[in-house]
T-cell receptor, first 112, second 111 residues
């Protein structure tokens, strides 16, 4: 299957700090998604990106579709304890129907 | 809101048993997917379906089969469960070319 490299694998940060994570691929994607998974739950969609260079915000979260179409970034500003969870990127290759490929996840721990 | 419901949150079965994991969605989505999630490996696609009675293999179909007799229901079957199939199983659904919506997962343990 397609490989998406997501980094970092884990982060431990103080409450109030900003967070950055990214996802890269050797292939060009036409859609990038970012999900969050709370402990014991399924992933929930945070942000969807459909155009190269697109910058989209959802509250304190901002995601960008890289210009090369091979990467995407997620930033969380002023982190709070409920930001704890695993964040996944997902990408869709052109002309592959409805299949998305997922990164291995970034585990975020916020220390109060 | 889209609702994807997986029949069990936790399941414990024995090696060699035939195991059924059920998933139902209430939004008339064409597409349904089964993934397994393991630490450090992310989500890996087992099988997916674009329509009733239609199925496609994902990246790791070995040891699994699926059934989609009705549009809203997609079942994952472990024909003869083995300990290496202990995992978290996630079902998802979507409209064509739209993001997937996930259920809460079934944590399956094979003893």
């Amino acid at each position: 299957g397609q490989q998406l490299n997501q980094s970092p694998q884990s982060m431990f940060i103080q409450e109030g700090e900003d967070v950055s994570m990214n996802c890269t691929s050797s292939s060009i994607f036409n859609t990038w998604l970012w999900y969050k998974q709370d402990p014991g739950e399924g992933p929930v969609l945070l942000i969807a990106l459909y155009k190269a260079g697109e910058l989209t915000s959802n509250g304190r979260l901002t995601a960008q579709f890289g210009i090369t179409r091979k990467d995407s970034f997620l930033n969380i500003s002023a982190s709070i304890p409920s930001d704890v969870g695993i964040y996944f990127c997902a990408g869709q290759l052109p002309n592959t129907g409805n299949q998305f490929y997922f990164g291995t996840g970034t585990s975020l721990t916020v220390i109060p | 809101d889209v609702k994807v419901t997986q029949s069990s949150r936790y399941l414990v079965k024995r090696t060699g048993e035939k195991v059924f994991l059920e998933c139902v969605q209430d939004m008339d989505h064409e597409n349904m997917f089964w993934y397994r999630q393991d630490p450090g490996l992310g989500l890996r696609l087992i099988y997916f379906s674009y329509d009733v009675k239609m199925k496609e293999k994902g990246d790791i179909p070995e040891g699994y089969s699926v059934s989609r007799e009705k549009k809203e229901r997609f079942s994952l079957i472990l024909e003869s469960a083995s300990t290496n199939q202990t995992s978290m199983y996630l079902c998802a659904s979507s409209l064509a070319d739209q993001p997937q919506h996930f259920g809460d997962g079934t944590r399956l343990s094979i003893l």
